[in-house]
């Protein structure tokens, strides 16, 4: 059974950095993309970055490139988001997500991941 369980999220003034983490089970780590997500109140839940078997091949949302960045550790099935020059507008409960081979669709898109974790809650003060 898969399980993805997030950890790392609090609050932060503007300005400031967190770091996310997604512990993964149940699977073997090459074989899967995982992806962060986030979804503010009221908004839809959107792609935040992106990393197939390595994060040399990761992918960023236009609001986050250059702020964010997304690791992997296969060997420990582990991967991370640094976030850094947070801004209010990055706070949402942020999900970590798993695709199996072979991919399907666009990174950013929700419906081409099939596992999930609970979420991790980032909140970003002025």
């Known amino acids: 059974q898969v399980q993805l369980v997030e950890s790392g999220g609090g609050s932060v003034q503007a300005g400031g950095s967190l770091r996310l983490s997604c512990a993964a089970s149940?699977?073997?780590?090459?074989?899967?993309?995982v992806a962060w997500f986030r979804q503010a109140p009221g908004k839809a839940r959107e792609g935040v970055a992106a990393?197939?078997?390595?994060?040399?091949?990761?992918f960023y949302a236009d609001s986050v490139k250059g702020r964010f960045t997304i690791s992997r550790d296969n060997a420990k099935n582990t991967t991370d988001l640094q976030m850094s020059s947070l801004t209010p507008e990055d706070t949402a409960m942020y999900y970590c997500a798993a695709a199996p081979y072979p991919f399907s669709g666009s990174w950013s898109n929700p419906g081409g991941y099939i596992h999930w974790g609970q979420g991790t809650q980032v909140t970003v003060s002025s």
């Open positions: 990393a197939y078997t390595s994060a040399r091949s990761a």
């Open positions: 149940g699977y073997t780590s090459t074989s899967y993309r």
